[in-house]
């Protein structure tokens, strides 16, 4: 199966539901297990979805085994909640302590429909200051590798960026990486997997040098 950022995906009942993101592996086997689906007419917000709900993909084209229904009760690929800010994060405000007065102000949670401040926002010193933080809801220990992911040879130069990721559909491991290379005449490099040493979300380290990659002859699939 071919996964590529922006194909769109379809549920078992013909809808479209919204567009390839990204996938999630496991760096230590280069196992796929979730995909991530954008937002679109059916996802009002990104979700994350088992390998095992694929029923195929191609370039232009994901298919799920699964109706609009059961695909609604899907997971949100990110949740965001707020957390009291740390003294460090304010930009205006002197919270040393003073005149018995603590370095740190201590409120109490906002209640339901109350407003959220976002962080860094200067604002009075009676005022609650909070910060935003993002948790991914992805299995612990596993990545989900972004479209345009660096890729980095055994020197640690950068030889190209995540394209397209390949994977045995028996299987779920990745089997292959195509990399573009290049930012306006983009020439595209078919990389196994076995020359991955590390993946991560921003950038996939592998275990050959810059000259390996370039010799390798371009990929016209």
């Given at each position: 199966?071919?996964?590529?950022?922006?194909?769109?995906?379809?549920?078992?009942?013909?809808?479209?539901?919204?567009?390839?993101?990204?996938?999630?592996?496991?760096?230590?086997?280069?196992?796929?297990?979730?995909?991530?689906?954008?937002?679109?007419?059916?996802?009002?917000?990104?979700?994350?979805?088992?390998?095992?709900?694929?029923?195929?993909?191609?370039?232009?084209?994901?298919?799920?085994?699964?109706?609009?229904?059961?695909?609604?009760?899907?997971?949100?690929?990110?949740?965001?909640?707020?957390?009291?800010?740390?003294?460090?994060?304010?930009?205006?405000?002197?919270?040393?302590?003073?005149?018995?007065?603590?370095?740190?102000?201590?409120?109490?949670?906002?209640?339901?429909?109350?407003?959220?401040?976002?962080?860094?926002?200067?604002?009075?010193?009676?005022?609650?200051?909070?910060?935003?933080?993002?948790?991914?809801?992805?299995?612990?220990?596993?990545?989900?590798?972004k479209e345009g992911a660096r890729v980095?040879?055994?020197?640690?130069?950068?030889?190209?960026?995540?394209?397209?990721?390949?994977?045995?559909?028996?299987?779920?491991?990745?089997?292959?990486?195509?990399?573009?290379?290049?930012?306006?005449?983009?020439?595209?490099?078919?990389?196994?997997?076995?020359?991955?040493?590390?993946?991560?979300?921003?950038?996939?380290?592998?275990?050959?040098?810059?000259?390996?990659?370039?010799?390798?002859?371009?990929?016209?699939?």
């Amino acid at each position: 199966m071919e996964f590529k950022h922006g194909a769109q995906v379809y549920s078992s009942d013909g809808k479209h539901i919204g567009n390839m993101d990204r996938v999630v592996l496991d760096p230590q086997t280069d196992e796929v297990s979730h995909v991530i689906i954008r937002e679109g007419r059916l996802f009002h917000e990104d979700k994350i979805v088992p390998i095992s709900a694929v029923a195929d993909a191609s370039a232009d084209r994901v298919t799920l085994n699964r109706g609009e229904h059961d695909l609604m009760k899907l997971a949100k690929f990110e949740d965001s909640y707020y957390v009291p800010a740390r003294a460090e994060d304010f930009r205006g405000g002197d919270y040393a302590p003073a005149m018995g007065r603590p370095a740190m102000p201590l409120y109490g949670y906002p209640p339901v429909g109350a407003t959220w401040w976002s962080a860094g926002v200067e604002t009075d010193v009676g005022d609650p200051k909070y910060t935003k933080q993002i948790q991914e809801n992805i299995p612990e220990g596993m990545i989900a590798v972004k479209e345009g992911a660096r890729v980095i040879s055994v020197e640690g130069e950068h030889v190209g960026n995540v394209e397209d990721i390949f994977t045995d559909a028996a299987t779920n491991h990745v089997t292959h990486l195509i990399i573009s290379q290049g930012l306006v005449f983009k020439e595209r490099k078919l990389i196994p997997s076995n020359w991955i040493k590390l993946p991560g979300e921003d950038d996939v380290i592998l275990t050959v040098k810059t000259a390996t990659v370039h010799e390798l002859p371009a990929y016209k699939g």
